[in-house]
């Protein structure tokens, strides 16, 4: 690796959908793939607040993903298992109460449970990491971050991660997979008792 960690570096996803000249369809690039993974993976998050997944990738393997929710055995976020997340507290704020970790820890402790080496891998992230999350990923080893949605609170984040020589680059013009599943529409949040505003 012999990035300095450039700003943030943007990369063009190419449709997914594409149809090749000669008539084939065009399978996705590594990163449209990766990421479209991430966007399935969130479906899976129990946050009433945002739903966010992460999938790291090591040879072009998939060696863990995260979702963001409440820690194994504790009661769902969107049943409740939150205070802060069901609570009115604006985005990015009281993150100390809050009882839901977020999708790269959780991948990068899914590994770590699996016995699986971060080191040198890609974490594809469907929202740019927070603070937290940075320090996780330089000190799990992995050397660039690729996300689709970008994050409010960025800049110290950014600087930590250029500092620690790990890129950041942004999937532009990405197309978010379309999930639909009309036997098994997913379950509204209100139905939940949770007190969320979704
Ligand atoms: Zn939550
Ligand atoms: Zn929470
Ligand atoms: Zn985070």
Redesign the pocket.
């Known amino acids: 690796m012999t990035s300095t960690g450039t700003p943030v570096n943007e990369i063009q996803a190419r449709p997914a959908q594409a149809t090749h000249p000669a008539g084939k369809t065009q399978r996705p690039e590594w990163d449209v793939y990766f990421m479209d993974i991430a966007h399935v993976v969130k479906t899976r998050s129990n ?3 945002r739903n966010v997944a992460a999938v790291i990738v090591k040879d072009r393997r998939i060696i863990s993903t995260g979702y963001n929710g ?1 820690p194994r055995g504790v009661r769902n ?1 969107d049943e409740g ?6 609570s009115n507290a604006p985005s990015g704020t009281a ?1 100390g ?4 970790s977020h999708a790269e820890e959780n991948a990068i402790t899914q590994a770590a449970y699996h016995g699986i080496s971060t080191k040198d891998a890609t974490i594809y992230v469907t929202l740019s990491p927070c603070l937290m999350c940075a320090k996780m990923i330089i000190n799990a080893g992995i050397r660039e971050v690729v996300f689709d949605e970008e994050y409010s609170v960025t800049e110290q984040t950014r600087s930590i991660l250029r500092e620690a020589g790990v890129t950041l680059r942004r999937l532009v013009n990405y197309a978010r997979p379309v999930l639909v599943r009309p036997d098994a529409p997913r379950i509204d949040a209100h139905e939940h008792s949770c007190e969320c505003s979704k």
């Open positions: 946050c009433s607040r409440a976020c298992g939150c205070p802060r997340c069901a993150l109460d809050c009882i839901c």
